[in-house]
């Protein structure tokens, strides 16, 4: 039953809030209220009070079951089933459920015709079959019937109910006349067989059910099998070629290969460890046009591996796009683990991303896996290139060159989108686990690029980048590099930094921020004392005998890094943290460049030498505006406490939101189990 005031209750309420923020903008500042407002307060008491003798007098008006979108009905029926019955599941292999404790509930599906349709669609209704050994360890020889069959509501004394069928840690060798028996009813299916399969011909048995068993019911799929066991490759056309309802499709047994088979309505989509040729990968994400989440594990064979490399060296780059190319319209993330040697790693990514048309608010997750004995991390000077081959083929690439900026080009903010790719914003992980993340420079909803499993750090990979951009040797790999100058137009950069003041750090920290000459907004986190240092010299100054050409050649004016930083957002922790970021900010005021907004954290216990309250005071008297970003409930430090928090503080602190205007995607990370 839905309760529903009437409009006149409604519109009581709402001429009591509007006069209660008409006497609020009538209050001065300084919060005083005199004879002038009294009127106005008596007013809203009489407004308030006849508004609760409206509301008391109310009659609630009872609107029909069937009001409801089967949507909210769906929901609340998957709340009580999984309060009710899930939780006192407990495992299928480890008790019997108790049937009668359930039936003692609400018979939801039993109230309406109406309520029995919804409750059919929905997943936690749907009765789980379970084929498993009672024990583990346990071999299942000529099971016809399943071990567990979980009902939690009547749904059971429905013969056309959805049915969740479940094969795990063997194989019944009658699997194909169990799979017909389910068919029709089956709206998920997993096949989990992660130990020691007892015979071959169980596995034939299981393929050849997969093969004609019909899938016009099917919603969800997996199949998990072992790889000593699984035999020779062998192609499959699922579901008799058709599985028009299929939304999530798992596959991690190396030799399956799925042909032939139409997925109009799949969305997910996870391959791990395919040994497969490219052909035959992009074959399958073909036939997925709607697909909008994918985790895609690669693992190419030899002889795909050496027809790579020879491609690689034998053609051109422009070359290579060979086949079919695969539009996905509506792919959200796309998460790629890519498993070869390091001397066909560039050729592998070139190949898979010149055959893929991403849109641009997609968001592409790249983790890269060598295969050599010696090392199974990239370095730096690889990984650099690694990342260009990808910017290369990114949905803001060009489609043709152009010339590198200079400062008699177009002013900064009015290039074309056609002219170069532009990453206004920058995310770097000094983390020895380096993550690098580009972020799309097309609106809110704007797609990233993100790079990890490489021992290097980002700010070695930026630098590699820069020097293969700029390096005329490397016009025959890169024959476009003039489109790749993202770092002209990045204007946020957020940084986990692990930085002392050792030169090497400072090193590494004077190099990336003097690549960024039009850089407004920095996040530090960690500790921060190479990169604020860094901040604090001037851009034509030699440290240790750090600095380039271009630095030496205008070594006559004395021009700050980041020139154009305004917000600066410090992690300060100690007091040592507070002195360094007061010697930044007065280096900086003194060389024409002050930072305008500082956002920094309340004083937090814990520290050796904490930071208080007077030493904030004084850090706001060096900038316009200080924020400070309350600390309350913040039960322990990490590394990157600071980054996190402060997208959380953003949602209740209006000044902190307007000068860290950056958002960054959210990321799930599907995991891979080979």
């Not at 009813?185 to 169980?202: H, I, K, N, S, W």
């Not at 997996?222 to 299929?246: D, M, Q, T, Y």
């Not at 497969?276 to 989440?293: A, F, M, N, Q």
């Not at 003041?501 to 850089?519: K, N, Q, V, Y």
Request: aromatic share 6%.
């Amino acid at each position: 039953m839905v309760i529903e005031c009437s409009d006149m209750g409604t519109g009581a309420l709402k001429i009591v809030t509007k006069k209660l923020n008409d006497v609020v903008r009538t209050i001065p500042d300084t919060g005083s209220l005199g004879s002038t407002y009294l009127d106005p307060l008596q007013s809203l008491e009489s407004y308030f009070v006849h508004g609760l003798a409206v509301v008391r007098h109310l009659v609630n008006s009872a609107r029909p079951v069937n009001r409801l979108p089967p949507e909210i009905l769906a929901e609340i029926f998957s709340l009580v089933t999984e309060s009710a019955a899930l939780e006192r599941l407990g495992g299928p292999t480890t008790r019997e459920l108790d049937l009668t404790q359930i039936r003692r509930l609400h018979a939801l599906p039993s109230v309406c015709r109406y309520w029995h349709d919804v409750a059919l669609g929905t997943r936690s209704f749907w009765p789980a079959v379970w084929f498993a050994p009672k024990r583990r360890g346990e071999v299942i020889r000529e099971q016809e019937q399943p071990v567990h069959i979980h009902t939690p509501y009547p749904l059971e004394k429905d013969s056309s109910g959805p049915l969740s069928v479940y094969f795990s840690h063997s194989c019944p060798r009658k699997a194909k006349a169990l799979l017909e028996k389910y068919a029709t009813r089956t709206r998920e299916l997993y096949l989990f067989f992660t130990g020691q399969v007892a015979d071959t011909d169980d596995v034939s048995a299981l393929l050849d059910a997969l093969e004609t068993v019909a899938g016009d019911a099917l919603e969800h799929f997996a199949i998990r099998l072992c790889i000593e066991n699984s035999g020779p490759r062998r192609e499959l056309s699922l579901f008799s070629g058709c599985a028009p309802k299929l939304r999530s499709l798992a596959i991690e047994i190396g030799n399956l290969c799925p042909i032939n088979t139409a997925f109009p309505a799949l969305t997910h989509l996870v391959v791990s460890y395919a040994p497969w040729t490219l052909d035959t990968l992009l074959d399958l994400v073909s036939r997925c046009p709607r697909l909008e989440h994918a985790h895609l594990v690669w693992a190419p064979g030899s002889l795909a591996s050496q027809a790579l490399q020879r491609e690689g060296r034998d053609r051109p780059k422009q070359q290579l796009q060979l086949g079919t190319i695969v539009h996905l319209r509506h792919m959200r993330r796309l998460t790629f683990t890519l498993r070869v040697r390091e001397s066909v790693l560039c050729a592998a990514i070139d190949a898979f991303m010149s055959r893929l048309v991403l849109p641009p608010s997609c968001h592409v997750y790249l983790a890269p896996h060598l295969q050599d004995l010696n090392s199974k991390f990239i370095k730096a000077p690889l990984a650099a290139q690694f990342m260009l081959s990808v910017l290369e083929h990114w949905p803001s690439a060009p489609s043709a060159p152009s010339a590198p900026f200079t400062s008699s080009s177009t002013p900064p903010g009015m290039e074309s989108e056609n002219a170069r790719v532009r990453i206004p914003r920058l995310r770097i992980d000094f983390d020895p686990n380096a993550e690098l993340q580009l972020v799309h420079p097309r609106g809110p909803a704007a797609g990233s690029l993100t790079l990890r499993s490489c021992h290097a750090p980002a700010a070695s990979i930026v630098r590699e980048m820069l020097t293969i951009l700029r390096s005329s040797s490397a016009r025959a790999p890169f024959p476009s590099k003039s489109e790749f100058e993202f770092t002209e137009g990045t204007q946020e950069l957020w940084v986990r930094a692990q930085l002392r003041r050792g030169s090497g750090d400072l090193e590494g920290a004077l190099g990336l921020l003097r690549a960024l000459p039009r850089l407004a907004r920095l996040v530090v986190a960690g500790n921060p004392a190479a990169i604020l240092q860094a901040l604090a010299l001037a851009a034509a100054s030699s440290v240790d005998g750090i600095g380039d050409a271009e630095g030496e050649a205008g070594a006559g004016a004395r021009v700050a890094v980041c020139p154009a930083l305004d917000t600066l957002s410090v992690f300060v922790y100690s007091r040592g943290d507070a002195q360094a970021v007061r010697g930044t900010l007065v280096a900086r005021a003194r060389m024409g460049c002050p930072v305008r907004c500082l956002v920094v954290p309340a004083p937090l216990p814990g520290a050796k030498n904490p930071v208080t309250e007077e030493d904030v005071r004084a850090l706001g008297e060096l900038v316009e505006e200080l924020v400070v970003v309350d600390t309350k409930g913040w039960e322990r430090v990490e590394v990157d406490w600071w980054t996190g928090r402060l997208r959380e503080a953003c949602r209740g602190n209006a000044a902190l939101a307007r000068n860290l205007r950056c958002e960054w995607p959210t990321w799930e990370y599907v995991g891979c189990t080979k």
